[in-house]
């Protein structure tokens, strides 16, 4: 059962790690295609749009890519983070909730802005991590310390 909550969890970390590179890889993509008409005016309206957030002012492009590259990097790093707990100190999936409860609660949470906002692949990648932080949740075994009496 050990073994299964760890292999689990990996799964769900592996599930946004790919989430982040395919979206980095689409990203580089669909910047290197040729644009369309719509798309180039669209995309020149967001340039020209310009707004200053704590005194640094950005254009509308600039932030929603901006943004956009930084969640990826964030689900890789975060996903790789994971990894590198469940390798390295394998009890804080097997023997405690809390790391598998918060990538759970962060899974579910994307999993429904990806409903409302995103396409199929997040979607499925975002349910895949969901079920699997659920199982090593359930699974996970917390030590019941001796109490003094």
Same mark, same amino acid.
């Given at each position: 059962?050990?073994?299964?909550?760890?292999?689990?969890?990996?799964?769900?970390? #592996?599930?946004?790690?790919?989430?982040?590179?395919?979206?980095?890889?689409?990203?580089?993509?669909?910047?290197?295609?040729?644009?369309?008409?719509?798309?180039?005016?669209?995309?020149?309206?967001?340039?020209?749009?310009?707004?200053?957030?704590?005194?640094?002012?950005?254009?509308?492009?600039?932030?929603?890519?901006?943004?956009?590259?930084?969640?990826?990097?964030?689900?890789?790093?975060?996903?790789?983070?994971?990894?590198?707990?469940?390798?390295?100190?394998?009890?804080?999936?097997?023997?405690?909730?809390?790391?598998?409860?918060?990538?759970?609660?962060?899974?579910?949470?994307?999993?429904?802005?990806?409903? #409302?906002?995103?396409?199929?692949?997040?979607?499925?990648?975002?349910?895949?991590?969901?079920?699997?932080?659920? #199982?090593?949740?359930?699974?996970?075994?917390?030590?019941?310390?001796?109490?003094?009496?």
């Amino acid at each position: 059962m050990v073994g299964r909550a760890l292999r689990v969890f990996r799964i769900g970390a #592996w599930a946004w790690v790919v989430t982040g590179v395919g979206h980095l890889a689409i990203a580089a993509a669909l910047a290197l295609r040729p644009r369309e008409p719509a798309a180039a005016r669209a995309l020149a309206a967001m340039r020209e749009y310009g707004m200053e957030i704590a005194g640094v002012r950005r254009s509308l492009l600039d932030l929603d890519r901006g943004m956009s590259l930084v969640m990826a990097a964030a689900l890789i790093f975060g996903g790789l983070v994971c990894l590198l707990v469940a390798r390295s100190a394998p009890d804080l999936v097997t023997r405690s909730r809390s790391l598998s409860g918060l990538c759970l609660a962060a899974s579910l949470v994307v999993l429904g802005l990806s409903l #409302w906002l995103l396409p199929a692949p997040p979607v499925a990648l975002f349910t895949v991590a969901g079920v699997a932080f659920g #199982w090593a949740l359930a699974t996970a075994r917390p030590e019941v310390s001796a109490q003094p009496a």
